[in-house]
T-cell receptor, first 111, second 111 residues
Framework: DGGITQSPKYLFRKEGQNVTLSCEQNLNHDAMYWYRQDPGQGLRLIYYSQIVNDFQKGDIAEGYSVSREKKESFPLTVTSAQKNPTAFYLC??????????FGQGTRLTVV | KQEVTQIPAALSVPEGENLVLNCSFTDSAIYNLQWFRQDPGKGLTSLLLIQSSQREQTSGRLNASLDKSSGRSTLYIAASQPGDSATYLCAVRHSGQNFVFGPGTRLSVLP
């Protein structure tokens, strides 16, 4: 089955802790994206990558980091510098100019 | 900077009605436009992708149109069903490959 897999579905973070959200795709897409969704708000772009070993900041990159060592994988780390990390995180991928596909999301909660 | 708006913000209709959701964007130099649906707590599901050279796309009971010059797209849903209840989002893409999302229209179809 082709698609995008995000894990875990739910994640809890303690104050001062870094956590990593996983995103894997088997669609052979070059581009991958991370979005943040807050209640009542639209999707905001955190980071995107159009090719392996290259990525760019989106609108709200502060407090987040990413890597793109493999075409299939684009993990997102939420660092302790992110002061308000509680949100729903969505990963997406697409071919160049093509249809975008999304994972099922990870809900991160600070405890 | 591209801005995307969606009207109405929420819509409640009885089952069987035909309905239209609207999406407007400020910069008409788009590469394509995509419509998604999002169920509560879930990721986004792609509905239709319209390339900038196209005027409309159809999939089952869904029809999406695009008027680039006026910065508008509409999603037409025929014979609505309770299972259509979800939030519908449009997203525009420029040649830089990033998407800009609208805030969504929350649709409720009452049995």
């Amino acid at each position: 089955d082709g698609g995008i897999t995000q894990s875990p579905k739910y994640l809890f973070r303690k104050e001062g802790q870094n956590v990593t959200l996983s995103c894997e795709q088997n669609l052979n897409h070059d581009a991958m994206y991370w979005y943040r969704q807050d209640p009542g708000q639209g999707l905001r772009l955190i980071y995107y990558s159009q090719i392996v070993n290259d990525f760019q900041k989106g609108d709200i990159a502060e407090g987040y980091s990413v890597s793109r060592e493999k075409k299939e994988s684009f993990p997102l780390t939420v660092t302790s510098a992110q002061k308000n990390p509680t949100a729903f995180y969505l990963c997406a991928s697409s071919a160049y100019g093509g249809e975008a596909f999304f994972g099922q999301g990870t809900r991160l909660t600070v405890v | 900077k591209q801005e995307v708006t969606q009207i109405p913000a929420a819509l409640s209709v009885p089952e069987g009605e035909n309905l239209v959701l609207n999406c407007s964007f400020t910069d008409s130099a788009i590469y394509n436009l995509q419509w998604f649906r999002q169920d509560p707590g879930k990721g986004l599901t792609s509905l239709l992708l319209i390339q900038s050279s196209q005027r409309e796309q159809t999939s089952g009971r869904l029809n999406a149109s695009l008027d680039k010059s006026s910065g508008r797209s509409t999603l037409y849903i025929a014979a609505s069903q309770p299972g259509d209840s979800a939030t519908y989002l449009c997203a525009v893409r420029h040649s830089g490959q990033n998407f800009v999302f609208g805030p969504g229209t929350r649709l409720s179809v009452l049995p």
